[in-house]
Structure formats: structure tokens, C-alpha cells
């Protein structure tokens, strides 16, 4: 088969994968080919409901008209640059996004861990050169079952052994602690004079859709103020609408959010933004801060050759735009509660789901079986048969992370797959 023909066996497009490709991924055996809005299509042409959106990036749905166009007329025009010389449409985005978030600077880069690594740099450099941590000595709290990405100084302060082991030495410089816990993170910060930075999901998505206490970001924050050490908010999965607020930790902001209560204490001093930055269009990151700390970087300490270049500039723009101009975050609390209404109705009928957690449109079931189980694969299977695609994030617990462009009857109709589905499986 020539390379330009249309692959139309799903059996085909896997075997090519399987034998060329690194098998760094374990996928559901279903071969995508299209996208629109809350659907997918696989190559045979099955339709289904993508109950995933690309772990929280397709927030805006699949190849939204305003970001696809916005990006190839991008594309027709100008396409990199580097940052060795300015273009036009970098200083726009980043006015753009510093006003939407409301901080002096934007760092632009393109993947969810470029950003955080990013944040950890600017931390290091902040404590040392604003804050007198002796050189090589700052330390950056992080929490316990945390996912910040996959590069080298990031999983050294994971504690997954699959997404650590045999990748050492590790990267020093992290103390870990348990999240959603205020006095083990006082503990640390009164009795450790070089903590540098804490960073933090605002809800844990990898691990499970752990949603914190009430109390536990703004507590968190009050902690790092005191101590004089910066709240680095790691909103790759949680922010842009996912959770119901433009951010997670949404602040000061003046959104047309109705739910947005525009209470800055929970602002971070960093925050960190990737995935439905650009709508899933586009490897698009950024890290915004105040000129206090941004200031730190100077030429040559930072950067990236695609990192600011204008389709990301551009596709950055349109993205945000679509978040404000359809009211995405109303809908993730609207659809959110709906949903976990809807499910834990059933959930009072059985005993094969304990719970269902989450905010606004970032849920998770957590099936009654154990972590090693394969039962939340299995069911995702099933739901694959029945026109949804979702994926487990643990044996036993299965994200929910819809776009959010999805209508109230979409959502309804998911709900009745999802419900049909687990009906399937004894409990
Ligand atoms: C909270 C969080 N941070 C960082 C990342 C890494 O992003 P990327 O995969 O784009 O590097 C992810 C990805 O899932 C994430 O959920």
C-alpha cells in the first residue's frame, strides 16, 4: 500500500503502529480518522462520542471552524520564524493571554512539560536571585501522586515506578508531599529555609480526578505567602473552562464566567497552561507570571525554537476566543452537574461503581475492583462497542472528559451509553 493512500482497516493502521512505531502507549484498539465537535469517526467510519478530548485538550471539540481556519490562514502566511527575530503576531497573543489571565508576562512554549519545566526553571532562578536562597540549594515542594509529564526532572519527582524506573539518576531539589494536606505542607515550609516554590494540580487528573478540599488551594496559597515561596499552579489538564472557571484556580479574573466568583486569593504566582491553549489544534504551552518574578529570565536562559512561533500565536488567540465567545466554562458546570446527578443515580442501583468525582466536565468513576484490575479497561472496551471512547486512568477508575461544546442531549445520550454499558458487567 502506497504511503498516500487512505488507510480504511482499523487491523491494518495498528499493525503499522505495533511494528514501527515505539510501543511507549497502550491505546484502545480503535484507529481515529475524523473529528467534529463531540465526534469521532474511525476508519471504517464508526461514529463515536469522544468521552476524552485528548486528555482535556479538545475542550473546544474537534477542528472548531474558528481555530482550524485561524491556524492555516496562519499557516498561508507566516509559519516560524525562531525567536531570533520578532514577528507580529506573538506581541498580540501575549496581550491577549496576559490580559484573559491577568499577569504582566507570558513565556510562551509548545508541550504541557516544557511548560513545567519552564515554571521549575523560573522558580530556581526567582528563589536565587530574589528570594537569597544560597546557590544549588532551593528545594520545590510537589505532591504525592502528582503528573506533571514525562521529561527528566519531572519524573524524578513522580512517584509512578512505570514512569520512573531505570530512567535515574534523578533530578534533585524536590521534597513530596501529601496532597490535600495544608499541615504537612506547613511542616515542610516552617522548618526549611530554602523552599523555593510549591507546585500543584489543582485537581490531580492523572491520578484519578482527585478533587482537594474545600479550602485546600486557597490554604495552600495563604501557606506559600507566608513562608515567601511561590504557588506554581499546574492547570495544564485543569484549566482553560475544563473545570467550570476560564481556570481551576480562577482568580481576579474578569471573565463573563457567571460562575466566576472574582475572588483573587487563589491566584498562583505561576501558572502554567497547555493542552485546549490551542484546542488541541496545534502543541501550544505557556507560563504566565508578574514582571516581579518573570523578570528573572533573561536572553539566553530560556527557549525554544518553535516556542512563540505565529500559528501558535494565532491558534492561541481563536482558542481563547471560542472558551469566552461560547461560554464553555457555563457549560462544563452545567453539563458537570448533570452528569454526576445522572450517574450517581444509578450508582445508588449498584455495586459495580462506588463513586463518581469531579468538577465541571473533569469526572471519573471509580469502579468497585481493585487498582490492578482490568475491569476499568473492560469496560472502556465495551463503551468503545457502544459509541464512546474513554480511557482508564488506574484498574479501577475511569476519566470522563467530554468537550465541552457538547448540548444538553449529547450529554444525556453519553450518560445512557455509559449507563447501558456498566448494565453490561456484573456486579
Ligand atoms: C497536569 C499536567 N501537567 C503536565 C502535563 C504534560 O503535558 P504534555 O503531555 O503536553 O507534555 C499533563 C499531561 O497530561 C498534565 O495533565
Redesign the pocket.
Known amino acids: 500500500m502506497s504511503i498516500l493512500e487512505n488507510i480504511t482497516s482499523s487491523k491494518y493502521a495498528i499493525a503499522l503502529e505495533d511494528k514501527h512505531g515505539a510501543h511507549n502507549y497502550h491505546p484502545l484498539p480503535v484507529v481515529l480518522s475524523r473529528g467534529e465537535g463531540v465526534y469521532v469517526w474511525d476508519v471504517e467510519g464508526k461514529k463515536y462520542y469522544d468521552f476524552l478530548s485528548a ?2 485538550a479538545v475542550n473546544q471539540g474537534h477542528c472548531h471552524p474558528k481555530i482550524v481556519n485561524a491556524m492555516t490562514d496562519q499557516a498561508k502566511t507566516l509559519t516560524l520564524t525562531s525567536r531570533a527575530f520578532y514577528n507580529d503576531m506573538l506581541g498580540k497573543y501575549e496581550k491577549y493571554a496576559t490580559e484573559t489571565f491577568h499577569f504582566d508576562k507570558l513565556l510562551p512554549m509548545n ?6 519545566e519552564t515554571a521549575l526553571k523560573i522558580c530556581r532562578k526567582w528563589a536565587y536571585e530574589e528570594k537569597g536562597i544560597a546557590e544549588n540549594n532551593a528545594e520545590i515542594i510537589v505532591c504525592e501522586n502528582n ?4 521529561t527528566t526532572t519531572i519524573i524524578s519527582f513522580s512517584n509512578d515506578p512505570v514512569a520512573r524506573k531505570n530512567f535515574g539518576p534523578y533530578t534533585d531539589g524536590f521534597i513530596k508531599i501529601e496532597y490535600d494536606n495544608l499541615e504537612a505542607l506547613e511542616e515542610v515550609l516552617k522548618s526549611n529555609d530554602n523552599i523555593a516554590g510549591f507546585l500543584v ?1 489543582p485537581i490531580q ?2 491520578a484519578g480526578v482527585y478533587v482537594p478540599s474545600e479550602g485546600y488551594l486557597s490554604g495552600a496559597k495563604a501557606l506559600c505567602e507566608k513562608y515567601n515561596v511561590l504557588f506554581i499552579a ?5 484549566g482553560i473552562a475544563r473545570t467550570g472557571r476560564l481556570l481551576a484556580t480562577c482568580g481576579n479574573c474578569s471573565c463573563s464566567d457567571k460562575h466566576c466568583s472574582g475572588t483573587p486569593e487563589i491566584k498562583p504566582d505561576i501558572l ?1 497552561l ?2 485546549a491553549l490551542s484546542g488541541g489544534a496545534y ?1 501550544v ?1 505557556a507560563v504566565l507570571a508578574n514582571d516581579n518574578i518573570m523578570g528573572v529570565i533573561r536572553p539566553g536562559n530560556h527557549g525554544s525554537t518553535f516556542g512563540g512561533n505565529p500559528i501558535a500565536a494565532a491558534v492561541g488567540m481563536a482558542a481563547l476566543e471560542v472558551v469566552k465567545n461560547e461560554e464553555l466554562a457555563n457549560n462544563a458546570v452545567e453539563l458537570g452537574e448533570l452528569f454526576r446527578s445522572e450517574l450517581n443515580k444509578f450508582i445508588s442501583t449498584t455495586n459495580l461503581v462506588n463513586s463518581v468525582r469531579g468538577k465541571g466536565l473533569l469526572n471519573a468513576i471509580l469502579i468497585n475492583d481493585s487498582e490492578e484490575s482490568s475491569t476499568a479497561w473492560d469496560i472502556c472496551m465495551a463503551l468503545k462497542e457502544n459509541g464512546l471512547l474513554a480511557k482508564p486512568t488506574h484498574g479501577n477508575i475511569i476519566r470522563f472528559a467530554p468537550p465541552l461544546v457538547m448540548t444538553k442531549e449529547q450529554l444525556l445520550d453519553c450518560v445512557a451509553i455509559i449507563i447501558k454499558t456498566l448494565k453490561e458487567f456484573k456486579n
Open positions: 486528555y482535556s508541550t504541557g512539560a516544557e511548560a513545567v503528573f506533571h509529564g514525562r494540580e487528573g492523572e499546574d492547570e495544564v489538564q485543569t502554567i497547555g493542552k502543541p504551552s
